[in-house]
DNA sequence: CTAAAACCTCTAGCGGCTTTAGCTGCAAGA
DNA sequence: TCTTGCAGCTAAAGCCGCTAGAGGTTTTAG
C-alpha cells in the first residue's frame, strides 16, 4: 500500500492536489489507515497519473470526470471520449490562434518604440489607440 | 457624461467589470450624479478603452496600473512600458510553445482510435499511459 | 523513547471577473 | 400623476484549479 507521500512522488502530484481532486470525485475515497491515513493501491496510483496526463493535455475536471466515468463502463461505445478529446483539440487550437494573433501584435508594439519618453512611447499609444493594430484581436 | 451602460456599449466592456476596475484602482472613483449614480467623460472612456485593449493582450491587472501610473508621467523614459510590453511577449510565446506540444499530442490521440468500445479506445489508453506519448509535455 | 517527518482537517487566498440579492433612480407612456 | 420597467447601486458569494497556512495527530528512524 501507497501512502499519499508515495502518490506525490511516483506520480509528481502534489500531495494537497491529491486530496482535492479526491474531494472533487476524481479519486474514490480512499483506505484509512488504523491512525486515519490514506493507503492507495497500484491501481489508484495509475488513476491519479491518468488524471495528471489529462490535466497537462488541459482538460477540466469536469471533462477527466466524464472520462473516468467512461472508462468504468468498456462495452460503451467510445465515441463519447472521441468528442472529448476532439473538443480539446479544438480548445487548443483556437487558443493558439488567439495567441498568434497577440504575439504579432505585441511584437509590433514592442519593436517600435524608439523614442526615449513616455509623451512618445509607442507602447503607450498603440494600448491606447486599437486603430494602430493591424489585426483585429477581439 | 456618460453612464456606466454607455461606457459599457461603447467600450465593449461589461458594467459590473467596469465597476470592477474602479475597485482594483485601474479607473479613479467616478464622478457622481444627485443621484449617486457614476457619470463619465470622454477621456475617462478612453482610459477604460486603454485598459481593455491591454487586458486583451494578456495584460494583468497590476501590468495595466503600472502602464497607467507610467502615462501619468510623460517625461520618463518609457523603457519601463517597452519591458512590460516585452515580458508579455515573452509569455505569449511560451503559451504558445506549449499549446502547440498539446496540439500534436491531442490530434495524434483523437485520430488514432478506430475502436467502437472504451475497452479498447486509444483515447483512454494514451490518457492512462504516458509511455504512449511522443513529445515530453510537462 | 524521542524527535522529526509525514500525515490529518479546515479555512482562506489567488486572478479576473460573474452572479446574486435586495435595494434605488429615472424616463416614458397611460 | 402614476406606474412600469429598465438601469443603476452595494455588498457578498461563486467560479476554476489549485496552493498555503494553522494547528493538531500518526508514523518512522535512530
Chains 1, 2 share one sequence.
Do not use: W
Not at 25 to 54: M, P, T, V
Amino acid at each position: 500500500m501507497l501512502t499519499i507521500g508515495d502518490m506525490a512522488k511516483t506520480t509528481g502530484v502534489k500531495v494537497p492536489t491529491i486530496r482535492y481532486y479526491e474531494q472533487m470525485g476524481l479519486l474514490s475515497h480512499a483506505e484509512r489507515s488504523e491512525g486515519n491515513q490514506r493507503r492507495y493501491s497500484r491501481s489508484e496510483r495509475d488513476r491519479l497519473s491518468f488524471i495528471k496526463h489529462a490535466r497537462e493535455l488541459g482538460l477540466t475536471i469536469e471533462a477527466i470526470r466524464e472520462l473516468i466515468d467512461l472508462s468504468q463502463h468498456p462495452e460503451k461505445p467510445c465515441a463519447e471520449a472521441d468528442r472529448i478529446a476532439a473538443e480539446q483539440l479544438a480548445t487548443v487550437r483556437q487558443k493558439i490562434a488567439k495567441l498568434k494573433k497577440l504575439e504579432a501584435e505585441l511584437e509590433r508594439i514592442s519593436t517600435h518604440c524608439h523614442s526615449n519618453h513616455v509623451r512618445d512611447c509607442y507602447v503607450i499609444r498603440a494600448l491606447a489607440n486599437h486603430d494602430l493594430c493591424e489585426t483585429d484581436h477581439d
